[in-house]
């Protein structure tokens, strides 16, 4: 921020930082045709960003504050690209160094967010790297491993605690991330007001839980108030990776390596490697422990939806609404097109509010291979999840 600067070339300095918002909300007139539903859809749309998801709400915060307390360079993990993207543009706002370990089955599918990420300034190695420990020990007992967040971010917090002059930055799970996405929310509720509606219904996917805790959380105090107690709020996942609906709750380390503290959520176990979906960036053991605990006091639902089903509901929309849907959100738009269609058989008007985090653009392959017949679910024999849950760490009794 300039020094010396008025408020009003700070408030413009403010604005050019964060250009993207406030972001559309839109009524799906079209959607709604082709489902022949009385519902009405709404979705709050994050792909208009630079970098074309949520992510830069709190990656241009995380740089500016790391910059602002002299910190020279960052590293993080990125599962589909979207988050190391906006952190590269973060850093590139504040001329921080980055370097981003993406997990291989995505550096792999979705060149273009590598490419992304180079063109603003960032270094962006797949994981696992042989650039770690933690990556270095997992290429020997699996030289093929198509990688999984938990690595990614073990590789990123080892890189960051082995240099004075970096801190860690991480986009999802934690309360400072989900409140910075707590924008979506505030603004949604104001977009809802002047359109002289409320939800009855609020759909998004989850992986660390970010993005659909910053539509949710706004609004769950209404909920929890009393003032709208038949509020459903309806988290979705893949079915291949199921942390909320198979997982269980207890103490858990946010990576593979057991490098960050212990967190209290619903986990797959921290050794778990899921399938590799398009989805990347839903890959992941854990989740964010405030979704955990409002899920375990029975304010909010959650459902886990196949790869193919979601794709089929990206598709609608596309040729619906004209937009191109990332994997990850498809889930959204999968169960909310299922909902909508209850109301048609109920004859019921309800309100579905979608929380869509961003565009397909560079998920393209992952369309390409849904039309063509080449997509697949994947089957998560019980057995695996056991195995990696059988590795948590032990928690002194009363603790947990």
Same mark, same amino acid.
């Given at each position: 921020?300039?020094?010396? #600067?008025?408020?009003?070339?700070?408030?413009?300095?403010?604005?050019?930082? /964060?250009?993207?918002?406030?972001?559309?909300?839109?009524?799906?007139?079209?959607?709604?045709?082709?489902?022949?539903?009385?519902? @009405?859809?709404?979705?709050?749309?994050?792909?208009?960003?630079?970098?074309?998801?949520?992510?830069?709400?709190?990656?241009?915060?995380? *740089?500016?504050?790391?910059?602002?307390?002299? &910190?020279?360079?960052?590293?993080?993990?990125?599962?589909?690209?979207?988050?190391?993207?906006?952190?590269?543009?973060?850093?590139?706002?504040?001329?921080?160094?980055?370097?981003?370990?993406?997990?291989? &089955?995505?550096?792999?599918?979705?060149?273009?967010?590598?490419?992304?990420?180079?063109?603003? =300034?960032?270094?962006?190695?797949?994981?696992?790297?042989?650039?770690?420990? #933690?990556?270095?020990?997992?290429?020997?007992?699996?030289?093929?491993?198509?990688? !999984?967040?938990?690595?990614?971010?073990?590789?990123? /917090?080892?890189?960051?605690?082995?240099?004075?002059?970096?801190?860690? !930055?991480?986009?999802?799970?934690?309360?400072?991330?989900?409140?910075?996405?707590?924008?979506?929310?505030?603004?949604?509720?104001?977009?809802?007001?002047?359109?002289?509606?409320?939800?009855?219904?609020?759909?998004?996917?989850?992986?660390?839980?970010?993005?659909?805790?910053?539509?949710?959380?706004?609004?769950?105090?209404?909920?929890?108030?009393?003032?709208?107690?038949?509020?459903?709020? &309806?988290? /979705?996942?893949?079915?291949?990776?199921?942390?909320?609906?198979? $997982?269980?709750?207890?103490?858990?380390?946010?990576?593979?390596?057991?490098?960050?503290?212990?967190?209290?959520?619903?986990?797959? =176990?921290?050794?778990?490697?899921?399938?590799?979906?398009?989805?990347?960036?839903?890959?992941?053991?854990?989740?964010?422990?405030?979704?955990?605990?409002?899920?375990?006091?029975?304010?909010?639902?959650?459902?886990?939806?196949?790869?193919?089903?979601?794709?089929?509901?990206?598709?609608?929309?596309?040729?619906?609404?004209?937009?191109?849907?990332?994997?990850?959100?498809?889930?959204?738009?999968?169960?909310?097109?299922?909902? *909508?269609?209850?109301?048609?058989?109920? $004859?019921?008007? @309800?309100?579905?509010?979608? *929380?869509?985090?961003?565009?397909?653009?560079?998920?393209?392959?992952?369309?390409? *291979?849904?039309?063509? =017949?080449?997509?697949?679910?994947?089957?998560?024999?019980?057995?695996?999840?056991?195995? #990696?849950?059988?590795?948590?760490?032990?928690?002194?009794?009363?603790?947990?």
């Amino acid at each position: 921020m300039p020094s010396g #600067a008025s408020w009003i070339q700070k408030a413009m300095w403010i604005a050019s930082c /964060v250009a993207w918002r406030p972001t559309v909300l839109h009524r799906a007139f079209r959607l709604e045709k082709a489902l022949d539903t009385p519902a @009405k859809i709404f979705y709050k749309y994050e792909g208009t960003s630079q970098a074309g998801s949520h992510k830069p709400n709190t990656a241009v915060a995380q *740089a500016y504050y790391n910059k602002k307390e002299g &910190i020279k360079r960052l590293t993080t993990e990125t599962g589909a690209g979207q988050w190391g993207s906006a952190l590269a543009m973060g850093c590139a706002f504040f001329d921080v160094e980055l370097k981003v370990y993406m997990v291989r &089955i995505s550096y792999d599918q979705k060149p273009y967010r590598r490419i992304l990420m180079e063109t603003w =300034g960032a270094k962006c190695v797949p994981s696992p790297s042989p650039d770690t420990k #933690a990556g270095r020990e997992m290429l020997e007992k699996w030289p093929d491993c198509p990688g !999984s967040l938990g690595l990614a971010i073990s590789e990123a /917090v080892e890189d960051a605690v082995t240099r004075d002059d970096t801190h860690y !930055s991480l986009g999802s799970v934690l309360n400072h991330v989900l409140l910075h996405q707590t924008i979506i929310g505030e603004e949604t509720r104001k977009q809802m007001e002047m359109a002289d509606a409320y939800p009855d219904i609020i759909v998004g996917c989850i992986g660390g839980g970010s993005n659909f805790a910053g539509q949710f959380l706004p609004w769950i105090r209404d909920k929890i108030s009393g003032q709208k107690p038949d509020l459903r709020i &309806i988290c /979705v996942e893949p079915e291949s990776c199921p942390t909320m609906t198979r $997982g269980i709750y207890a103490y858990d380390f946010g990576d593979t390596a057991g490098m960050t503290p212990l967190l209290k959520m619903h986990t797959l =176990g921290h050794t778990f490697v899921p399938p590799p979906i398009h989805a990347g960036g839903l890959r992941y053991h854990g989740m964010a422990p405030i979704i955990c605990h409002l899920y375990n006091l029975g304010l909010i639902e959650v459902v886990a939806a196949p790869q193919t089903a979601i794709f089929e509901a990206g598709v609608k929309f596309a040729r619906t609404e004209g937009i191109i849907t990332g994997p990850e959100p498809c889930h959204d738009l999968k169960v909310a097109i299922d909902e *909508a269609l209850k109301c048609k058989e109920s $004859g019921e008007s @309800k309100t579905i509010l979608i *929380a869509h985090s961003g565009h397909g653009h560079f998920d393209l392959s992952a369309y390409d *291979a849904y039309l063509s =017949g080449k997509l697949k679910d994947y089957a998560l024999p019980e057995e695996e999840i056991k195995k #990696a849950q059988a590795e948590l760490p032990k928690v002194p009794a009363g603790q947990s």
